[in-house]
């Protein structure tokens, strides 16, 4: 019996495509896109056709604009055997071949699988399977050593994951290349607990006939299991760090705090520690004193596997709680002359930010202001959520940002949490009702060169609707703050073209 629940806005069909369906819908998208092209239409497709999910849509899409051949592709990368066996030994997976291989081949009554774990830039490092089923896979190019990218053998599900950032299933005749399209496969991504950074993807690929609907699932659970053995060997790294680190902080005069790599905390003397701190992206530079957005300004000094941070006396003052994360009004950070939001303030007026979206997967704000420069990694939400605002610098409710986000404006929760936590680094930077950067402050983007690289694990319908409108040239992303004394963007900050 089916049991009722919560209706989405698109139902979805009851049964997903047959490969025959598949392999109708890309004859077709491949042929109105050909069509459009030569006509300069961009209308949309008739909306009584099946389409392609959004994800593969797109990928099709952006690979038809570069000019991919789906029958050819494009010429093979293939890395030697010393570079593979460098990228196996520096990519942080090796380790985990062995609980992989247990977990995701040796199960009993499963068809004949192949599996394959590539680093973060589409390489496949390790592959292995039933005999027969490989010699099938390196007639397509689906060997060890190769690169399994979009550019080159189109869409699949490796590159999938890696784009999205999420599990992923390329079935059939969603791959862009005809000679792919009968297999299936299923990947999902691997990131480092330590720092968030995406350093793989675990794959599983079999005939499109026989694999099987959970097998996304499962591969999702090993990408989980993988992640679970890298944060057990973080945490006794930290341990190690934190025994060394005990003697050091006894003998420092005032506050101080040993760090991680990643600015997690190992050990803390004379004041509240923090879980972790963030690090600027492009790493410490040779100045003795650093701006922290959480302790104001700071001695670094390096250690053999982390960092000392030791407070200046002249911003004496014990790191403000955060805030908490319900209520639409949340402050994000408390002010004072002392506190967190109270030195940030004192940074938005005037305040220059950069929001570089160049790298796909490696988003990054910079901030230059009153109080200091600073920059860090942003997660793929956070970054979502500053392009939005700054592309609409009249500001946005929770709502419209739901709606932006999720196609569902009652999705107000999620929003306000994940603005609450940006608001928590960046203070007076983010003004609400609405949510909006501050009026003194300056926002540029640099995106990529290709429209379609910009946050591509985004599948937001504001997001496409973006990506589509810089595409075909209709509007442009907000560029580099001027230099002091012009005139800043205009205020809507998205910046459409005049007519040709």
């Known amino acids: 019996m089916r049991q009722p629940g919560r209706q989405t806005r698109r139902p979805e069909r009851r049964t997903p495509q047959t490969a025959a369906e598949l392999a109708k819908v890309h004859e077709r998208a491949l042929a109105e896109a050909a069509a459009r092209a030569a006509t300069r239409d961009t209308g949309p497709d008739d909306p009584s056709l099946f389409q392609p999910r959004p994800e593969i849509g797109d990928s099709w899409e952006r690979l038809r604009r570069i000019g991919l051949d789906p029958d050819a592709g494009a010429a093979a990368v293939h890395l030697g055997p010393a570079e593979i066996e460098h990228r196996r030994r520096t990519s942080g997976l090796d380790p985990l071949l062995p609980v992989l291989r247990d977990t995701l081949l040796e199960q009993p009554g499963q068809p004949p699988l192949i599996l394959a774990i590539a680093d973060a830039d589409g390489h496949i490092l390790w592959q292995e399977g039933e005999r027969g089923l490989r010699r099938s896979a390196d007639r397509i190019g689906f060997l060890t050593g190769a690169r399994w990218i979009e550019e080159s053998v189109g869409t699949n599900g490796i590159a999938a994951a890696l784009r ?3 599990p992923m299933q390329v079935h059939s005749a969603e791959h862009y290349l005809r000679s792919h399209h009968s297999w299936t496969c299923v990947a999902a991504p691997v990131h480092d607990p330590g720092t968030g950074r995406l350093i793989g993807a675990i794959n599983l690929s079999g005939p499109a006939h026989s694999v099987r609907p959970y097998l996304l699932q499962l591969t999702a659970t090993a990408a989980k299991l993988a992640e679970t053995e890298l944060r057990a060997r973080r945490l006794e790294s930290l341990h190690h760090l934190r025994t060394l680190a005990a003697p050091m902080l006894a003998r420092v005069n005032g506050p101080a705090l040993v760090v991680d790599a990643a600015g997690w905390t190992a050990a803390a003397a004379g004041l509240p520690p923090p879980a972790r701190l963030r690090l600027p992206a492009e790493g410490w530079s040779t ?58 303030a004192e940074q938005a007026e005037g305040a220059r930010v950069r929001l570089d979206l160049r790298r796909p997967g490696s988003p990054a704000l910079s901030v230059h202001g009153a109080a200091g420069s600073w920059s860090h990694a942003l997660s793929p939400r956070h970054a979502e959520l500053l392009l939005l605002l700054a592309t609409e610098r009249n500001g946005l409710s929770a709502a419209q ?64 609707r973006l990506r589509a409108e810089l595409a075909s040239g209709t509007v442009r992303l907000p560029g580099p703050p001027p230099p002091p004394g012009q005139l800043p963007a205009p205020r809507t900050g998205r910046v459409p073209l005049p007519p040709a």
């Not at 739901?402 to 999620?414: K, N």
């Not at 960046?426 to 009702?433: D, F, P, T």
């Open 164 to 166: 999205a950032q999420r």
């Open 287 to 344: 100045a003795a004193v650093h701006w922290l957005p959480s302790l104001g300004e700071c001695v670094i000094e390096p250690l053999a596997d982390g960092w000392l941070v030791r407070p200046v006396p002249l911003r004496s003052a014990a790191p403000a709680p955060a805030a908490d994360l319900d209520g639409p009004d949340d402050p994000g950070a408390p002010d004072g002359p002392g506190g967190l939001g109270g030195l940030l």
């Open 401 to 464: 940002l739901a709606d932006a986000l999720f196609g569902d404006p009652a999705r107000t929760v999620t929003v306000r949490a994940e603005l609450s936590r940006l608001r928590r680094h960046l203070g007076g930077l983010l003004a609400h009702r609405p949510y909006r950067f501050a009026e003194s402050v300056l926002v540029g983007v640099a995106g990529p060169e290709d429209p379609y690289d910009l946050l591509p694990s985004s599948s937001g319908p504001a997001l496409r």
